[in-house]
């Protein structure tokens, strides 16, 4: 498959194949997401809206999809971001989904590696989120005085360096980020 990256999970004893998102995948990545976030305390349970938006505006930079035995297990979306300062080639992170019945083995982070990966690839300068702090230290995210979005509080507000400084300022994302539905 090309440009699939397989990965071996020794906990679960199966290779996940990690690529980038087809148009078939589409109504998958639409009901994992919204099954991954239906739980969730923080969301408004419009990511899969969000990622559609996303996909319909061109503004999917990055859209991976973890595979399992065939089927959809995750997701993770990268698009691009503005910041304040003038920073540019910064992107954003998420949604990240997963399955319910498949969190915390591993998909996750895999589906997060391998996009900062591809962003590596596209020369790009860093990439933000909105998050949790205990989650995303792991891949070297951390909050930065002065990094900020509306809204949010700031140790919530990430972001992981690949080239050059770290921004200062407001982060915007996308206009996908506001839709409803």
């Known amino acids: ?11 679960m004893n199966i290779y996940i194949v990690i690529r980038d998102e087809a148009p078939r995948d589409a ?5 994992i997401t919204r099954a991954a976030f239906e739980d969730h305390p923080y969301s408004h349970h419009t990511e899969q809206f969000i ?16 595979e399992m035995d065939g089927k959809i297990a995750g997701h993770a979306a990268f698009s691009p971001v503005e910041i304040s300062d003038g920073s ?3 992107y954003g992170l998420g949604p990240v989904s997963v399955a319910p019945e498949l969190q915390k083995q591993g998909i996750g982070k895999a589906l997060i590696n391998r996009g900062l990966e591809l962003l590596v690839a596209r020369d790009a300068c860093g990439c ?7 989650y995303y230290r792991r891949f070297g995210f951390k909050s930065l005085p002065g990094l900020l979005h509306e809204g949010v509080p700031d140790p919530f ?3 992981l360096t690949l080239k050059g400084a770290y921004p200062s300022g ?3 994302f ?3 980020f506001w839709v409803k539905e």
């Open 1 to 11: 498959m090309l440009g699939a990256e397989f990965v071996w999970d020794e906990e």
């Open 27 to 31: 109504d998958a990545i639409s009901e």
């Open 51 to 66: 990622i559609r938006a996303l996909r319909d505006l061109g503004a999917l930079t990055i859209s991976l999809v973890a």
């Open 88 to 90: 540019q080639n910064w």
């Open 128 to 134: 933000v989120l909105v998050g949790d702090p205990a």
């Open 157 to 159: 507000v990430l972001a």
């Open 170 to 172: 407001m982060v915007k």
């Open 174 to 176: 996308h206009e996908a």
